[in-house]
């Protein structure tokens, strides 16, 4: 994701330098101390296992917590563990002395080649793995298609419009048991002019940003178009922000920075409440979409306001093109998008060099990158209410920062265009690591009493938790924010009741059941207990 950068130039002739990867933990007060954390991927011009050079986009697999990056520059998609060792790479022609097709490298491995056959690459912009992890979704540039792998790097499926050979000229899903081809663009439904970011939403379906077409498309996971959406991209519709469900009445978007225009969406990402912030990267927006039903709630940026003042603003309807700015909020060719499960969004900033986190009222919190404070140091700062331009620095900030991924402890992955090969490295708070995000319950209490317990579970996403088991009473809760932890009561009916009453303790199985509200995975534990319930004395009769 590159904000400055002319729509469809090629990646190579704008920026020649070390493209890595940072894992920053956040958020962050700005008092707090900040270090360095976690690297992904080593700088070079080669194909070694590990190197990157251009990843246009991460993911994180919400359950292993393994991170995923799709490198423009070698036609590959790499993988890392959470701690930042190398796991695979994938593409065409990955492996030295190897076949000329798809192949999966580890031990040894080469810069890929561009292909657009099942399987191959061209211009991996964007790589996300799926809610459950067991797949990889790859958003290809010059391919005009979305091509899907499993997290081994095998390839599965791709979908765009006409991606089968010899096939129709609509909407197309080719598997392995077809061939494929790159998809065709013609600005109708399920064409792809330009994939770059794509997400998926609390309602499992796969959203796809068209930077060039400046609209989004949405898939069921398996790859059938349902419908597109953005300012005036129905043909027989006005000039406002619509709908379009029927493939031949769709068309090209307009991004004029008015309420729900998408100008070259660039990032793009779920909230806890289920809205949908996209970068608009040329009117230096966020534009913020309702999807319950599709539509406008807000946008934000310098001067959003017609007729407003010059700063930072938020605004409904209506809403204008902001100028590129460096104040508080402010921004210059957005690029990267991620929401935390707290519902702070992070938005890649390269033209200043930083990281803007947004509130979920739509409020600007802080900004971060080297020298960003007027007035203050050269190393990796935070600003919160007076904020400039940060400076290009290899070691301490971010130098030109497009891609932005969270994970459910809010560790925040940018990456960075940075020179002279020098590896990127992480910035948060201490003590704060990239890892799975997982569902857990243990007996937090016994109530001998009542025969009843508590059970702490460990909630990794805004979530609705419901517990079940046979014989209690089913109870539900709702948690919001970062990892942490909510209390479910067991309490005992019927048989188990009366088992309890009668022998003073009985077995439970229960099941923990996490519904996400911002598209991550749904997860289920089950954990075995033994209730306990202090008898009560008989009176012994007088003799």
């Known amino acids: 994701m590159f904000g400055r950068i002319t729509q469809g130039a090629p990646r190579g ?52 917590g393994r991170i995923v990056l799709a490198d423009y520059s070698k036609s590959r998609i790499s993988i890392f563990e959470p701690d930042g060792g190398f796991v695979l790479a994938f593409g065409k022609d990955v492996v030295p002395g190897g076949g000329t097709g798809p192949e999966v490298c580890t031990t040894s491995c080469k810069a890929g080649v561009d292909g657009s056959e099942a399987g191959e690459l061209n211009s991996p912009y964007e790589a996300e793995f799926s809610p459950s992890g067991k797949e990889i979704f790859v958003g290809e540039g010059s391919n005009g298609r979305v091509s899907v792998f499993s997290d081994e790097g095998i390839f599965l499926r791709a979908f765009g419009a006409d991606v089968i050979p010899g096939g129709g000229t609509g909407p197309e899903i080719c598997t392995t048991t077809t061939t494929c081809k790159a998809g065709a663009y013609d600005g109708k439904g399920g064409s792809f002019a330009q994939v770059w970011p794509l997400t998926f939403g609390p309602d499992g379906l796969v959203y796809v940003a068209d930077s060039s077409a400046h609209r989004i498309s949405v898939h069921q996971p398996n790859g059938t178009w349902l419908r597109t959406f953005g300012k005036d991209v129905d043909a027989g519709g006005g000039s406002v922000f619509e709908v379009c469900s029927v493939s031949a009445d769709c068309k090209v978007g307009v991004g004029d920075g008015s309420a729900g225009s998408l100008a070259s969406p660039q990032g793009l990402d779920f909230d806890p409440a289920g809205r949908l912030w996209v970068n608009a990267s040329n009117t230096n927006q966020v534009q913020i ?70 509130r979920g009222d739509l409020s600007f919190a802080f900004a971060i990158g080297a020298d960003v404070v007027p007035g203050g140091g050269v190393g990796f700062e935070t600003c919160t209410t007076i904020c400039k331009a940060g400076l290009p620095n290899e070691l301490t900030g971010f130098d030109y920062p497009y891609a932005v991924a969270v994970d459910c402890r809010g560790v925040v992955y940018v990456s960075s265009d940075i020179g002279n090969f020098v590896p990127a490295r992480a910035h948060g708070e201490p003590g704060l690591q990239p890892g799975p995000c997982t569902l857990s319950a ?81 997860q289920t534990t089950k954990t075995k207990l033994k209730l306990k319930q202090k008898q009560k004395r008989r009176r012994r009769s007088a003799a």
């Open 13 to 64: 002739l704008i920026a020649g330098g070390l493209t890595c990867l940072l894992a920053v933990a956040l958020p962050v007060p700005a008092e707090a101390a900040i270090q360095r954390g976690t690297v992904y991927g080593t700088g070079g011009l080669g194909g070694a296992p590990g190197e990157v050079r251009a990843p246009e986009g991460i993911g994180v697999d919400p359950i292993s």
């Open 289 to 358: 979409i309702g999807t319950a039903p599709l539509a406008p709630v807000a946008a934000l940026g310098k001067d959003v306001v017609p007729g407003g003042a010059t700063g930072f603003e938020s605004c409904n309807d209506p809403c204008q093109a902001a100028p590129p700015g460096s104040g508080p909020g402010e921004l210059k060719n957005p690029n990267g998008l991620g929401v935390s499960a707290d519902g702070t969004a992070y938005a890649a900033d390269p033209g200043n060099q930083r990281v803007n986190a947004y």
């Open 442 to 522: 243990k007996v937090l209490r016994r109530n001998k009493r009542r025969g009843s317990a508590n059970l702490a579970a460990t909630v990794p996403y805004a979530s609705d938790l419901t517990l079940t088991g046979k014989n209690i009473r089913k109870s539900s809760a709702e948690h919001s924010g970062l990892e942490g932890a909510e209390k479910l009561a067991i309490k005992p009916k019927g048989k188990l009741a009366k088992r309890l009453r009668r022998k003073g303790k009985a077995k439970v199985r229960v099941t923990v059941t996490m519904k996400p509200t911002d598209g991550n995975v749904a």
